[in-house]
């Protein structure tokens, strides 16, 4: 919908805030992003997404709602549980009843390097939502060479972990910060429900920056993790690294279709 005939008074304590303003919302009403993941972060992301009023959210998850889902993911209800709705389906559901000026498509499907590409059709840029550091070497490589800013975004049982991506030009990737990817993740421990909540604020925000105040230029960029429960911040600088196969030498090997 075009920014003049949007309704104001739902954006007017945003644009109040000095570093949006009008010309900030006219920004973020443009905005079309992709969601890789529907589940913590991916509804928490895109519940700010919606609210905050950008133009297009597509949403791609192949799992179902599941009652032990409840007690982090935002957008689901006991009824989406009962009925197994895909996560994607259950999720644009509650955002279009949170603004019906967003257009939300939802695609239930797996997400690897055979389908990736395509999916950034008309996208600004890939919000991290998976829960797999696999899933994240492949938007890894999909971003880098398709010049997309991204942040890894996770949660590590009751800590927030973010490190934004949106330089790798001159800044490092994720695998200049993690050079290797583990074989087996285990998938079943313990989340912290707040920590979701750090996790998607600090992508949103951090997103949305990059886009009102434009590209930063850097060398390096900071990882952030946040112990909630401890009350307990720690930030490392991570460098590019030089003999980095995937922002360096262009390798994009978890593009290619055995990986
Ligand atoms: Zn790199």
Not at 25 to 46: D, M, P
Not at 77 to 101: M, Y
Not at 123 to 144: C, G, H, K, P, S
Not at 174 to 184: S, V
């Amino acid at each position: 919908m075009d920014f003049e005939s949007i309704d104001k008074n739902r954006y007017e304590r945003q644009m109040k805030l000095p570093f949006i303003e009008k010309d900030g919302q006219k920004v973020i009403s443009k905005l079309r992003f992709l969601i890789f993941g529907a589940g913590a972060l991916g509804c928490s992301c895109a519940e700010y997404l919606t609210r905050a009023g950008v133009q297009f959210l597509r949403l791609v998850d192949k799992d179902v709602v599941e009652w032990s889902n409840l007690q982090r993911q935002h957008l689901f209800s006991e009824e989406d549980a009962k009925n197994a709705t895909p996560k994607a389906i259950a999720a644009k559901n509650r955002l279009e009843k949170i603004n019906r000026h967003v257009q939300i498509e939802a695609k239930v499907l797996f997400v690897d390097a055979s389908n990736i590409e395509s999916l950034l059709d008309g996208v600004d840029a890939v919000i991290d939502a998976t829960d797999r550091l696999q899933e994240r070497f492949l938007l890894n490589d999909v971003a880098v060479k398709h010049k997309l800013p991204w942040i890894y975004t996770a949660i590590q049982r009751g800590t927030s972990v973010w490190l934004p991506l949106t330089s790798t030009d001159t800044g490092p990737c994720l695998r200049c910060a993690f050079p290797e990817k583990p074989e087996n993740e285990a998938l079943n421990g313990g989340i912290w429900g707040p920590a979701v909540s750090m996790s998607a604020g600090m992508q949103v925000s951090q997103m949305i920056r990059f886009f009102i105040d434009g590209q930063i230029k850097t060398k390096s960029s900071v990882l952030s993790r946040m112990d909630l429960w401890d009350n307990h911040l720690i930030q490392i600088p991570i460098e590019k690294d030089p003999h980095c196969p995937c922002c360096v030498h262009r390798n994009f090997e978890f593009l290619e279709p055995s990986k």
